[in-house]
């Protein structure tokens, strides 16, 4: 049994902040990298971020434009999300996602998805 369960999603006014928590057991956490992504209704699937397997890795969507943090804690089998000047745009599902392999932002590699978490952002 391999589960992602993502958390900390909800409804937070433009230019706040929410910091996304992914849990994952059934596997062995510090051999997969971790992304993050997004999707709203009646879009495409896009990647937010994503972390090599130590976190020394990192890289991000273009519209983060610095305002996302992503970061794993190892020892807690659990993957962040830092979220800060958050816009009416970002307002989609998040997905947490694991690879068997380096960080990258394509989506075919990620073997592993959790169910998501909404985030809500009104104007």
């Known amino acids: 049994q391999v589960q992602l369960v993502e958390s900390g999603g909800g409804l937070v006014q433009a230019g706040g902040s929410l910091r996304l928590s992914c849990t994952v057991s059934?596997?062995?956490?510090?051999?997969?990298?971790m992304g993050w992504f997004r999707q709203a209704p009646g879009k495409e699937r896009e990647a937010v971020a994503c972390?090599?397997?130590?976190?020394?890795?990192?890289a991000y969507a273009g519209f983060v434009k610095g305002r996302f943090t992503i970061s794993r804690d190892n020892a807690k089998n659990t993957l962040y999300l830092q979220m800060n000047s958050l816009k009416p745009g970002d307002t989609a599902m998040y997905y947490c996602?694991?690879?068997?392999?380096?960080?990258?932002?394509?989506?075919?590699?990620?073997?592993?998805w959790g169910q998501g978490t909404q985030v809500t952002v009104s104007s």
């Open positions: 996602a694991a690879a068997p392999r380096a960080c990258a932002l394509d989506p075919r590699p990620y073997t592993n």
């Open positions: 059934g596997l062995v956490f510090e051999e997969f990298a």
């Open positions: 972390i090599s397997w130590q976190g020394g890795n990192t």
